[in-house]
């Protein structure tokens, strides 16, 4: 399969991105093949187009599996093993923080508890285990909003995140709304 200019560039960045966000080169380079073509494609395909080893073709969809973010499908007449993804981004945004979050947070959500129910603990001083509690505070705080979060349909989860700043008003400035305000989430919405 041979890319055009734009599709090259997209596949090629997004390879570059991956890097910073601690994935493999090719293993986001290979995402971004399958995203962007919006079809099952076998290794050898994905070599060919690439311009990669097979072996680390065989390692990354390995590994794309492990995330869930790409599946094994059989084309009809056709012997050999086909890779997809889905084609709608926030479904993969879905997986991505759900799984950073299993391989991420979730482990340091454990040390966390279990360096703050050590009875150790006591012969550290007041700040560290204040800073402690702190951190879990803060990772399980957000760990609930995100799974309250990728709960919601699409729209309403797109919705909810370009609110932004507009928030603080449904809030009001004391972090919760002024007595006697009816304002509403959707109201904020807008148009």
């Given at each position: 399969?041979?890319?055009?200019?734009?599709?090259?560039?997209?596949?090629?960045?997004?390879?570059?991105?991956?890097?910073?966000?601690?994935?493999?080169?090719?293993?986001?380079?290979?995402?971004?093949?399958?995203?962007?073509?919006?079809?099952?494609?076998?290794?050898?395909?994905?070599?060919?187009?690439?311009?990669?080893?097979?072996?680390?073709?065989?390692?990354?969809?390995?590994?794309?599996?492990?995330?869930g973010l790409v599946?094994?499908?059989?084309?009809?007449?056709?012997?050999?093993?086909?890779?997809?993804?889905?084609?709608?981004?926030?479904?993969?945004?879905?997986?991505?923080?759900?799984?950073?979050?299993?391989?991420?947070?979730?482990?340091?959500?454990?040390?966390?508890?279990?360096?703050?129910?050590?009875?150790?603990?006591?012969?550290?001083?007041?700040?560290?285990?204040?800073?402690?509690?702190?951190?879990?505070?803060?990772?399980?705080?957000?760990?609930?909003?995100?799974?309250?979060?990728?709960?919601?349909?699409?729209e309403t989860l797109?919705?909810?995140?370009?609110?932004?700043?507009?928030?603080?008003?449904?809030?009001?400035?004391?972090?919760?709304?002024?007595?006697?305000?009816?304002?509403?989430?959707?109201?904020?919405?807008g148009p």
């Open positions: 399969m041979s890319l055009s200019p734009t599709v090259s560039r997209f596949v090629l960045h997004w390879g570059e991105m991956g890097t910073r966000w601690g994935v493999n080169r090719t293993v986001a380079q290979i995402h971004a093949l399958l995203f962007i073509s919006g079809r099952p494609m076998h290794a050898d395909e994905i070599v060919e187009t690439l311009e990669v080893a097979r072996s680390n073709v065989s390692n990354s969809l390995r590994e794309l599996q492990g995330w599946r094994l499908v059989h084309l009809s007449g056709d012997r050999r093993d086909h890779y997809e993804t889905s084609g709608q981004v926030w479904e993969l945004m879905r997986t991505i923080v759900k799984e950073r979050q299993r391989r991420e947070i979730d482990p340091t959500v454990g040390v966390l508890q279990q360096l703050l129910a050590d009875p150790a603990m006591r012969q550290e001083p007041v700040a560290v285990k204040l800073r402690m509690e702190q951190t879990l505070d803060l990772l399980e705080t957000l760990t609930a909003w995100s799974e309250e979060m990728l709960k919601l349909d699409t797109g919705q909810v995140l370009k609110l932004g700043a507009r928030i603080k008003k449904l809030l009001g400035k004391s972090g919760g709304p002024p007595p006697g305000d009816d304002m509403t989430a959707a109201s904020l919405l």
